[in-house]
């Protein structure tokens, strides 16, 4: 069973915190949207009281940005992994501090 999972989620779904507005998140938005999506993704968990929202575990600027990017230009979804619901808190830490 993999532990994360590829998947599109509604922006305004996803809770965290977003960074102040900066250049360097105006210009992520942006590319964002260019793009349509993020070349290295947001990790999200399923929220325990709501299974169709979601919580960001990590990429505070990417899903930053793409708070900017739709509130500037729209767009409504983001490409995420979620983790899954069996993965343990040791696992994911050890998996952001080895690949980032």
Do not use: W
Request: net charge negative; charged share 20%; proline share 6%.
């Amino acid at each position: 069973m993999s532990l994360l999972l590829q998947s599109i989620v509604l922006i305004k779904d996803v809770a965290f915190t977003p960074l102040p507005p900066c250049q360097e998140l105006e210009r992520g938005a942006e590319l964002i949207y260019k793009m349509g999506g993020c070349i290295r993704p947001p990790i999200v968990k399923r929220d325990d009281s709501n299974p169709f929202k979601y919580v960001l575990v990590s990429g505070q600027f990417a899903m930053s940005c793409a708070r900017h990017a739709y509130d500037i230009y729209g767009m409504d979804a983001i490409n995420v992994f979620i983790v899954n619901d069996n993965n343990t808190e040791e696992e994911l830490a050890q998996a952001l501090s080895l690949f980032s």
